[in-house]
């Protein structure tokens, strides 16, 4: 019951609303554990995000109307206080879900992310043999996708880029496989270059991408490959209209709102002053990125207004110091 409120609460704002956000993916540390060649969102020397503000965004989001949020990074288990700040945005009554590599994940972690009410996890895994292009590998945490099937109560997505090696094409197939032995789901997302375009795939790649879906079917996915990656992946642009800035925000860890976690310099404005004028306008600004963009997310969380909410052209001035 508790899901299917939050879920019809989300259909109502994506439909009866438009200036307001519908998922806001919130980075907790820009640090991260590992060094994936292909990854540009994670450093290794960077503190967590104080809890204090975080509470105060997950607030400040709440106060705007969020429908839902993403705690990301880097790596998020690598705050030490993590279960906290999801057990506030539940008490606001947002979607609560979370991204990470899998690695320090504990039974302990399972135990405190159950506590505090974690709706969903999105775990990110490449390949079945770590390499220098992705140390997301099958074999260096299929013993927490144990411990995630005997002990959490939150749904589990397996997440696996594809295109990040060509010789490595069929381990997205083992890893669906694998996801749905324990009772997940699985996702692929394409492989995207430094400003968030389309890498474009090989034959093999397109081949190994519809037998994973064929593996892990979702209505999400076909939505999203029908109406975005499947012109990507066959080299042709996309006519959409991105709402990144107002029903997507992508909050970094010095609390600034951007546009896309690749596209991060625009509005480039705090989170805590950011209003319903900000979010009209963003609503409203044509993203020159949008045609050859792959990131999934932004995309889902902009099908609501595809008919809807005409846009100019940007004024890429920059926002005001603080």
């Not at 060509?166 to 492989?191: C, P």
């Not at 997507?248 to 310099?265: A, F, I, N, P």
Request: glycine residues 8%; charged residues 20%; contains cysteine.
């Amino acid at each position: 019951m508790d899901i299917l409120g939050a879920g019809l609460r989300f259909a109502a704002k994506a439909i009866f609303t438009r200036y307001t956000p519908l998922l806001a993916q919130v980075v907790v540390t820009r640090r991260c554990n590992l060094a994936c060649g292909y990854c540009n969102e994670y450093d290794d020397v960077s503190a967590p995000v104080p809890l204090a503000d975080l509470l105060a965004r997950v607030d400040h989001l709440a106060a705007l109307g969020t429908a839902s949020i993403t705690f990301t990074g880097g790596e998020t288990l690598l705050h030490p206080e993590l279960d906290q700040a999801i057990r506030h945005a539940r008490r606001k009554g947002m979607i609560v879900t979370m991204i990470t590599n899998g690695f320090k994940l504990s039974r302990s972690w399972i135990e405190r992310l159950n506590a505090a009410r974690l709706q969903g996890m999105q775990i990110s895994i490449d390949n079945l043999v770590a390499d220098e292009v992705s140390m997301k590998s099958l074999g260096s945490v299929e013993g927490r996708l144990k411990l995630l099937a005997e002990h959490a109560r939150f749904k589990v997505n397996i997440n696996s880029v594809l295109g990040v090696t060509g010789e490595r094409t069929r381990d997205v197939v083992t890893i669906a496989e694998t996801a749905a032995k324990y009772g997940f789901q699985h996702s692929v997302g394409v492989l995207h270059d430094h400003s968030g375009a389309l890498k474009p795939l090989s034959p093999a790649q397109m081949a190994a991408y519809r037998q994973v879906t064929e593996i892990s079917p979702s209505l999400v996915h076909t939505l999203n490959y029908r109406l975005f990656q499947k012109n990507l992946m066959h080299g042709r642009p996309n006519d959409w209209k991105c709402r990144a800035g107002a029903r997507y925000l992508y909050v970094t860890e010095d609390g600034r709102v951007h546009w896309c976690s690749q596209q991060r310099g625009y509005p480039a404005a705090p989170l805590l002053q950011y209003g319903r004028d900000d979010i009209r306008r963003e609503y409203h600004t044509r993203k020159g990125c949008a045609p050859n963009c792959t990131l999934s997310c932004v995309h889902q969380m902009s099908l609501f207004d595809a008919f809807r909410g005409a846009q100019r052209e940007p004024d890429l001035t920059p926002a005001p110091a603080e």
